[in-house]
């Protein structure tokens, strides 16, 4: 048996993940995967419950399950709260207290939406890069940090970038192991010509690499990075980076394909499951978007590429996963869009029929 904490949150979250989870418990009986669903709740919904927007049942749940499958949080109705019990805090709680310390973005442009993207059709045609960024160091939680006052009366801040030999090693082998599952290529971003903090992270990359000789290791200067993924995106397999360096290249990543809908994401810790993997939470890279909140009109995709994701990363089940994966991909050249990614000429579809589309579009596929 596999537990699965199903978090829809706010917004669109509940109704995209309610398709994803329709879809899980397909692949679920066509392949005996044992799946078990508990649904709790987190982010605003939590709030206006218990006064917290991750009541400790719902982070009970999570530590006791195999897998976190997260819509979205946050809204409007909360945004006058205090920031101590915002609905975005129970991502951050969420995160540290599972320990998740690697975040995974896959960007592909597929070909059905390559009009989506604002580059052109030759540079982004066929792209497939996945980013792993390091998710719990660097600037965002060195010490020491803050704004000071100097005696002059201006004023001071301050941040610190740190990382350890331990935080490198295990965020490079999560991304060797990744680049291992897929092309096996991996540029590992850092400024080590200016940052001796980076200058260790090549060092300890570099070493890591000793270990996974059969995958091909680059070293990219950050700023040629950020050039690099507008240039020519093709050329990058998996690239690993800090905290900071991945935030905004992860961004600049998933822009490369156009559509917000579309993108899963992945956040794995060192904690592993019975069955010897990651337990990682998987939600798509979306907000809650209260503007198409409860009109059955937002994109299932990006959560149910996530649940592909944990199928693959933490629930041992690459077949499932890719049946997924081919689904999204037949039912987008069979024309169904819905209304983010629609274009003339193609058949506009609400969530729940994507939703069931797509689950339909498994059970049809051979094993
Ligand atoms: P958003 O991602 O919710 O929406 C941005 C735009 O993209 C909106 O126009 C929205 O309609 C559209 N969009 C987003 N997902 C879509 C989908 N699946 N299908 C179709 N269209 C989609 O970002 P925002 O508007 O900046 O934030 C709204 C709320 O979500 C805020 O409270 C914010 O704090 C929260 N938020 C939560 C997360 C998270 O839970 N991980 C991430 C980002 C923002």
């Not at 799946?35 to 400790?56: C, H, I, N, R």
């Not at 129970?90 to 070909?111: D, H, K, Q, T, W």
């Not at 996945?130 to 803050?146: A, C, H, Q, W």
């Not at 037949?330 to 869009?337: A, E, F, M, P, T």
Request: proline share 4%.
């Amino acid at each position: 048996m596999k537990k699965i904490a199903v978090f829809p949150g706010d917004g669109i979250g509940k109704e995209v993940v309610r398709e994803t989870v329709e879809v899980l418990k397909i692949v679920d009986k066509k392949y005996k995967l044992s799946l078990e669903f508990e649904e709790a709740l987190v982010g605003g919904s939590a709030y206006d419950e218990y006064k917290t927007p991750l009541p400790d049942s719902s982070l009970k749940l999570a530590k006791d399950s195999d897998a976190v499958l997260l819509g979205a949080v946050g809204g409007p109705k909360w945004d006058g709260l205090d920031y101590s019990v915002r609905p975005e805090r129970a991502l951050l709680g969420l995160r540290s207290e599972l320990g998740l310390f690697a975040n995974l973005r896959p960007a592909i442009v597929y070909p059905a939406l390559v009009q989506a993207s604002t580059l052109k059709k030759e540079i982004v045609e066929g792209v497939d890069i996945m980013v792993v960024r390091e998710l719990t160091g660097d600037v965002y939680f060195g010490k020491p940090r803050g704004v000071e006052k100097l005696s002059d009366g201006s004023e001071k801040g301050i941040n610190t970038m740190v990382y350890t030999t331990p935080e490198i090693e295990r965020i490079a082998k999560v991304a060797f192991d990744v680049a291992r599952k897929r092309n096996k290529k991996l540029t590992s971003v850092d400024k080590a010509n200016v940052l001796e903090c980076t200058e260790l992270w090549r060092k300890v990359v570099t070493k890591v690499h000793k270990d996974y000789s059969d995958v091909e290791l680059n070293h990219m200067y950050v700023d040629n990075c950020s050039m690099q993924l507008i240039r020519y995106p093709k050329q990058f397999d998996v690239i690993v980076t800090t905290n900071l360096f991945g935030d905004i290249l992860s961004d600049e990543a998933a822009m490369l394909t156009g559509s917000i809908g579309m993108l899963p994401s992945a956040s794995l810790g060192s904690r592993l499951s019975s069955s010897g993997s990651p337990i990682g939470m998987y939600e798509p890279i979306h907000g809650s978007a209260p503007d198409i909140a409860g009109k059955d009109i937002a994109n299932p995709i990006a959560t149910i590429l996530s649940a592909s994701m944990m199928l693959k990363y933490s629930l041992n089940s690459e077949k499932a996963s890719s049946d997924i994966d081919n689904a999204v991909l037949n039912i987008l050249n069979k024309g169904y869009r819905t209304k983010d990614i629609y274009e003339d000429g193609k058949k506009l579809v609400g969530t729940k029929e994507m939703g069931r589309l797509i689950g339909e579009e498994i059970l049809n596929e051979k094993r």
